[in-house]
């Protein structure tokens, strides 16, 4: 087989990228390890920022997230069960919101997209390895079966997650890898219940974290921050309850209705950032090259600047001969990544209870926490994070 661009990785990253080059004529074929079932089962984000929005409606793709997404001026914060603030966004970014539409949502739009124009997608593609990426003529090979199968291509995009086998492609000496991993995760539940809230609360307390989120008027998302000793069995859903009540002010857990979850998981948080994201003719883009915990809801959305620039440069190069956006890929990208991850530690430190904490750091984040809400430059600080820094 043989292509211009051949995307390893079928998450939204992968998709969004194979639609829009489509889209300009660039021509892709784009290998998945797993079923489009599986993938399509994974709860992960929740909450898309203006320019993620932007690019799906580029993308053609941006019909029923405009229809049934919920649009989001706003969220709260609340502290140890006793007060609680809202976060205006449109008002502290200078008008800009959120679009609250599941990934899994997100992930099925582009897939739909690719169906319709025939789009070379190819699920269960085993045994995914990467060759001669410093040469003029890289190809990939994937076990479908029995048969081993090559691909042919000018450029290879590594959009195949944190444990994609993308980034493992680079020589060790070429990546500099830098990470830290927080000693804590979140233990989510997907219930068929009316959200407690019509915007996201995020509520810090003593007892740890808890985020209380949505995916429709009648699907509800809510996390508690969870030991990582622990495992999804060792959570009945009456256990999650109720602690989640504890964690909420009193008016709002006596308001949350409780249901049978319907999906049940605990993920770590960590953060992550491989550097560079190029070599050779392998680009790396989304969770392979760098992931954040959850908390500011920047993953999908740091992804989302990633494809955009990808997609600039490979048209760039295919309809005018300018390669300067490959050339500086890497360093462009990085520049808006870490400002996601500086972005992602700030929320997660202001939000969290560490179990190793000193007096000291607690007094700091509770000034941190009182700073916020007393300074309209602090707000507007976290409004313009929230809401996504310009690609
Ligand atoms: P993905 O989604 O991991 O997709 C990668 C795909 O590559 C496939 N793959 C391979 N394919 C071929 N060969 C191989 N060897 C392969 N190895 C892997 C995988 O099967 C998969 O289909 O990466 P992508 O596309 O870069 O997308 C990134 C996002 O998924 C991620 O950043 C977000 O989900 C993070 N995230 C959130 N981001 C937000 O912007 N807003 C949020 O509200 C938000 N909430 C979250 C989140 C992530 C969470 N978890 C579980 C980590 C909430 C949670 C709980
Ligand atoms: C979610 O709904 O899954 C979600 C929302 C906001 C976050 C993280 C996750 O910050």
Known sequence: MKTQVCIIGGGPSGLMLSQLLHLKGVETILLEKRSREYVLGRIRAGVLEHGFADLMREAQCGQRMDQEGEVHDGFYIASNGE??????????????SVV???????????????????GAVIHNAEDVKLHDLTSAAPYVTFRKGDEIIRIDCDYVIGADGFHGVSRKS????VLREYERVYPFGWLGVLSRTKPVCEELIYARHQR?????????????????????????????????????????????AGRLETGPSIEKSIAPLRSFVAEPMRYGNLFLAGDAAHIVPPTGARGLNTAASDIYYLYHALTD???????????????????RVWKAQRFSWFLTTLLHTFPDSTPYDQK??????EYLFSSDQALGSLAENYVGLPF
């Open 83 to 96: 007060r609680m603030d809202r976060v205006d966004l449109k008002k502290h970014s200078g008008g800009s």
């Open 100 to 118: 609250v539409y599941g990934q899994t949502e997100v992930t099925r739009d582009l897939y739909e997209a690719r169906d319709r124009m025939n």
């Open 170 to 173: 680079i020589p060790k000496d």
């Open 317 to 335: 190069h295919y309809l005018k001969g300018d390669d300067a956006g490959l050339e500086n890929y890497s360093e462009k990208a990085l520049a």
């Open 208 to 252: 740890g974290f808890a985020l209380c989120s949505l995916r429709s008027q009648v699907l509800s998302r809510y996390y508690i921050q969870a030991p990582l000793t622990d495992s999804v069995d060792d959570w009945s859903d009456d256990a999650f309850w109720a602690e989640l009540k504890r964690r909420l002010p009193p008016d709002v």
């Open 364 to 369: 700091l984040q509770q000034t941190e926490f």
